[in-house]
């Protein structure tokens, strides 16, 4: 008797599915001359196993199993590419990887159908279930030599060379489909091959970013040959304009939820500074510092949260080391812009000169610190999304990315106060004290916690507070699963 998974509604007879618990295991899919096993994951043609990725074996027996629907792109990320955020050409390629695997054509699909502004469905009609719990016998396949392996090689060194001298080609089927095979015929040797041949970079770089899509493929090094700069930029170039509108949504939420938790930290301060027993600021004060921090916040999280998004689209691997590093450059570089921003407003504003405000270098140290700890805490706290793509955990998981993420950029604050470097709240206080105005001037915060004035305890527990919403608040941006994604 044939077992049955659903995975939604069946539509031609409106049944509702069955409690899962009820439900035994996925049954064999048999078509054509094909069996999908879901129990072993393994797909036969003819007795013959053909290797696939996990996720394109997933989108398969996705597909299969809901043949008589058209299952929209937003289903299939949701269920195969479940808490990884990816592009619509990641989908693009795992079909057509499908349908060379199954010999099908997308003109005149004996299989898969692509469904204009929809998604894709399974169109085969005989699809046997069967108990999946026997392994099928494997056999050795046909032999169809028509070439040596190193003519088939080197032909398609050729052509691999010819298509990745179009830029448009980097997104076209025949450059990946090249790319793929020669990692089947071999990785190493392809790479001996290629970095024979001068001009290679481009192509080098298509070599480096198939083989997360074909099983048993091996690393592609970048620095073993003379064009390793020129790889390494193609490299960077390919992956993020693959995942440009991706990267442009995560940075837009990073800078926009940064902003947000800046004015909310502005906010708590100020009615904190209000109620604070001797001081002098005004209700009026909140608004004031939540201005200040909602654009505090915004730039910081804007520059780092670029960084970021940037390096987790282009690394595949060492992806910890990738975002530590840019989150570093970025904030480096984010921190000495605000600094030179902050001096130039008080001179030209207020006409205020603070020694202590300090120099473009200092804010420079600030954002290196900053940054790098937000990056390690978020590599730490997300994980690799096999293949590549952006993490982009859901519930619980995402809260406790959230959690990390604030935790690191608060330990990053607690190290910058204790060696006298100072977040927002302390620039504004050693504004309040050059000009006199004592509103806002933190000392009744210190004096809440016992000290005479803003001493190093409270500039160590403000500089946690605003570390700790600054990195809830980008750590909530970057895990923003964008709705570009789920047409």
């Given at each position: 008797?044939?077992?049955r ?20 295991p ?7 001359e094909f069996v ?9 043609r003819?007795?013959?196993?053909l290797?696939?990725?996990p ?20 289903a299939?990320?949701?269920e ?5 955020v ?55 396949g ?6 040596t ?11 691999l ?21 020669l ?40 620095f ?41 930290a502005g906010?708590?301060?100020?009615f904190?500074?209000w109620?604070a ?25 804007a ?5 970021l ?12 080391l ?22 130039l ?17 200092d804010g ?7 940054g790098?700890?937000?990056?390690a ?39 910058l ?7 927002v709240?302390?620039?504004i ?10 509103e ?9 916690i ?13 500089g ?17 699963r964008?709705?570009s994604?789920r047409?």
């Amino acid at each position: 008797m044939s077992l049955r998974k659903y995975y939604g509604p069946d539509v031609s007879t409106n049944r509702t599915p069955p409690d899962p618990s009820q439900v035994g295991p996925a049954p064999r899919l048999r078509f054509g001359e094909f069996v999908l096993s879901p129990r072993q994951r393994v797909l036969w043609r003819n007795g013959v196993a053909l290797p696939l990725i996990p996720r394109y074996f997933d989108l398969l027996h996705l597909l299969v199993s809901r043949r008589r629907e058209a299952v929209s792109k937003s289903a299939i990320f949701t269920e195969v590419w479940t808490e990884v955020v990816v592009s619509d050409g990641a989908l693009a390629q795992a079909v057509r990887t499908l349908r060379r695997t199954l010999e099908d054509d997308s003109r005149e699909p004996r299989f898969i159908r692509t469904v204009s502004r929809h998604g894709y469905q399974f169109v085969w009609l005989d699809v046997v279930e069967e108990p999946d719990d026997e392994r099928l016998p494997l056999g050795a396949g046909p032999i169809e030599p028509v070439a040596t392996e190193a003519e088939l090689r080197e032909a398609l060194i050729n052509r691999l060379l010819q298509a990745s001298t179009s830029v448009r080609d980097h997104d076209g089927e025949e450059a990946r489909e090249v790319a793929e095979r020669l990692h089947a015929l071999g990785t190493e040797a392809a790479v001996a091959s290629l970095t024979s041949r001068p001009g290679h970079a481009e192509a080098m770089a298509l070599l480096k970013d198939a083989r997360w899509d074909v099983p048993g493929a091996r690393d592609v090094p970048l620095f073993a040959h003379s064009e390793a700069l020129q790889t390494t930029w193609a490299v960077i170039r390919l992956r993020l304009r693959h995942m440009q509108q991706t990267v442009a949504a995560r940075w837009a939420s990073a800078a926009g939820v940064g902003a947000l938790g800046g004015a909310l930290a502005g906010s708590l301060g100020g009615f904190a500074l209000w109620l604070a027993p001797g001081s002098s600021a005004r209700a009026q004060s909140a608004v004031a510092l939540a201005a200040i921090g909602l654009v505090a916040g915004g730039i910081g999280a804007a520059g780092v949260g670029a960084g970021l998004a940037a390096a987790e689209a282009v690394a595949r691997s060492r992806r910890g080391l990738a975002l530590t590093l840019c989150g570093a450059a970025a904030g480096g570089a984010t921190g000495a812009f605000a600094q030179w921003l902050f001096v130039l407003l008080l001179d030209s504003l207020f006409g205020l000169r603070l020694p202590a405000a300090g120099a473009p270098i200092d804010g420079l140290i600030d954002g290196l610190v900053m940054g790098a700890l937000a990056g390690a805490g978020y590599a730490w706290a997300t994980r690799q999304p096999p293949g590549g793509g952006l993490a982009a955990p859901k519930g619980r998981r995402r809260l406790a990315a959230v959690a990390l993420v604030g935790a690191s950029c608060a330990l990053a604050a607690v190290g910058l106060a204790v060696t006298g470097r100072p977040l927002v709240g302390g620039r504004i206080h050693q504004v309040a004290q050059a000009s006199r105005d004592s509103e806002l001037g933190l000392a009744p915060l210190g004096r809440v916690i016992g000290e005479p004035d803003f001493g190093p305890l409270a500039r160590t527990l403000l500089g946690a507070f605003e570390g700790g919403i600054f990195g809830c608040a980008l750590g909530w941006g970057l895990t923003y699963r964008p709705r570009s994604t789920r047409p």
